[in-house]
């Protein structure tokens, strides 16, 4: 994309993102009359997930006709460009639904077969989050600080577990980190709003065991632009994959590397 287009693109997404917010966020303040259905134990979607993919979904096929589109409650079309809009209309569906304030509308681009663009918008905390790949990622438009580092006298990591994974390995990787990697840990159960902690230094790095591909794909080149790295390697990766990676500064990177060393797929 040129510097014109990348303007003009973050500019319609962004639209789109908070557009998509508020449309969470009306079925957000009458949780009690939200339908919840389960995809599995601890795994939920709502009226509210799916009303925001197909808003998302029917827009960005508008804004970008000729670009593809993948979505967690399906959305699945194919472009002619190569470019993916990849959403997760609500990441942390089960923060959602017991009312707290750990989620967050999701878009992202893959482009060139690796994520490239995104645009995070967390409707109750007025958060949102821009950048990629010649854009400089900005909070509420103001642009982010680098991040590097790691203070092992305070350091921190967020975990993630997708809820099929098997007790035993959440234990393990919770061992790792108290036991060898000797840090505090936080689990929010929402993979984007873990990864804006790591943006906004909260957090040293976030080990994620089960994701899949729309909860990071527009963090992750918001991260790349100020510092922050993850051990994904997307060309073994496609959209469908179930993911076990690390995301930090390259010293937290290299603290994990034992348990997730770069290009580590999901066993």
């Known amino acids: 994309m040129t510097q014109t287009s990348v303007q003009d693109n973050a500019t319609i997404v962004e639209t789109l993102a908070r557009e998509a917010g508020a449309i969470a966020m009306s079925h ?5 009359t939200v339908p919840v259905e389960s995809k599995g134990h601890l795994d939920l979607v709502t009226a509210a997930d799916q009303e925001v993919e197909r808003f998302l979904t029917e827009r960005l096929g508008q804004a970008f006709p000729d670009d593809g589109i993948f979505g967690e409650e ?3 079309r194919q472009g002619t460009t190569g470019r993916v809009w990849v959403v997760d209309p609500i990441d ?3 923060n959602f639904v017991r009312g707290g304030d750990q989620w967050a509308v999701s878009i992202g681009l893959y482009e060139n077969y690796c ?3 995104g645009v995070i918008h967390v409707p109750v905390r007025s958060q949102t989050l821009i ?9 509420n438009g103001a642009v982010m600080e680098q ?5 092992e006298h305070r350091a921190a990591c967020g975990v993630g577990f997708h809820p099929t994974i098997a007790v035993e390995q959440r234990l393990q990787t919770l061992r790792y980190v108290l036991e060898d990697a000797r840090m505090s840990f ?3 159960g929402s993979a984007t709003v873990s990864l804006i902690e790591v943006a906004l230094g909260q957090v040293d790095g976030y080990l994620g065991i089960g994701e899949s591909t729309w909860d990071l794909m527009a963090a992750l080149p918001i991260l790349e632009q100020i510092g922050i790295h993850s051990t994904v390697d997307w060309t073994k990766t496609d959209l469908t994959s179930k993911l076990r990676f690390a995301c930090g500064t390259p010293e937290f990177l290299q603290s994990v590397s034992t348990i997730v060393p770069y290009g ?3 066993e």
Request: proline share 6%; hydrophobic share 35%; glycine share 18%.
């Open 115 to 117: 994520p490239t663009f």
């Open 147 to 151: 991040r590097a580092g790691l203070n």
């Open 131 to 139: 950048g990629g790949v010649g854009y400089p990622s900005t909070l």
């Open 186 to 188: 936080r689990c929010c």
């Open 74 to 76: 399906g959305a699945a």
């Open 264 to 266: 580590t797929t999901l």
């Open 28 to 32: 957000f303040e009458t949780l009690a």
């Open 92 to 94: 942390g569906t089960f």
